[in-house]
């Protein structure tokens, strides 16, 4: 059963950290989501003030954020000691889990800066577990070379290619996500499996996109919700399309959030500012 467009949720223009612009789909008006995606941002400029001020040091609990790299340099800190390079093409996971600190400061002054920063829920049993962070390089990204003359990088997840499983560098996540880049040319078409249990959306940065079974042309810069199926298809325009996929377990649970803490209760809200507060947010 092909997956259709249930609803568009455009990208708001908005601005986070110290004043990095940014057009927020997910998580932006009311605060609309989709289990387990807590919010999507994309950060797309050629001018350093839009975003040269960066993310200073900050602090998250009960969540997991994902930042992918189209274009630029930032580098990543946190309290654990990680540090990573995130640079075109490359990934970060961060697993806030009870809590973590971290930065992602430009490292340039010039040019374009362009990518992702995804929310994903963590389920209540693991959102005090211990904080984590993944630095993948471009290098570790899996691609394949469609039949098409199209690209799919594969960041979660999977893709069945000649009969061969090829897999990206995430796993072992209890939502199960998938997250993959595709790069259609014009007219390209592109099918793939997504699992009847997730829920799942596309976003188009680049190019003209229509989706589902009869095809439906989707809007750019905006979360394309599907609905039910297990199969996703669709084809590029005629300046072809580049898009990105993303799906994932829902976990059926109450969200309380407030600003960067993602819980399940207020009473766990207020004892994550009371913790950051007294300097045991990110105690074991």
Do not use: C
Request: hydrophobic share 40%; charged share 20%.
């Amino acid at each position: 059963m092909i997956r259709n467009v249930q609803t568009v949720i455009p990208g708001i223009a908005t601005s986070d950290g110290a004043g990095v612009k940014l057009r927020r789909s997910l998580g932006g008006q009311q605060r609309i989501r989709l289990d387990p995606f807590l919010m999507l941002d994309e950060f797309s400029s050629n001018d350093p003030n839009d975003y040269v001020a960066g993310f200073p040091s900050h602090p998250h609990r009960g969540f997991e954020t994902v930042t992918y790299m189209l274009e630029g340099h930032m580098l990543h800190e946190d309290h654990l000691g990680n540090q990573g390079h995130l640079k075109t093409g490359g990934v970060q996971w961060m697993t806030a889990g009870r809590g973590i600190i971290h930065s992602e400061m430009p490292q340039q002054v010039s040019g374009a800066m362009r990518g992702f920063q995804l929310w994903i829920n963590l389920p209540a049993k693991e959102k005090m577990k211990a904080a984590g962070y993944q630095d993948i390089q471009v290098e570790d990204i899996p691609t394949v070379n469609l039949a098409n003359g199209g690209l799919l990088k594969i960041i979660a997840g999977s893709y069945v290619t000649s009969g061969e499983m090829v897999a990206g560098p995430i796993g072992g996540i209890t939502t199960e996500p998938l997250f993959l880049d595709v790069h259609l040319p014009i007219g390209g078409e592109f099918d793939h499996v997504v699992p009847e249990a997730h829920n799942a959306f596309l976003y188009v940065y680049e190019g003209e996109l229509a989706v589902g079974d009869p095809l439906k042309a989707v809007p750019k810069q905006a979360a394309v919700v599907l609905g039910k199926g297990d199969h996703l298809k669709v084809k590029a325009g005629s300046a072809g399309a580049q898009f990105i996929v993303l799906a994932a377990l829902p976990l059926g649970e109450p969200i309380v959030q407030h600003g960067p803490f993602v819980m399940n209760t207020r009473e766990e809200i207020e004892q994550a500012i009371e913790d950051y507060q007294n300097n045991r947010l990110t105690a074991s």
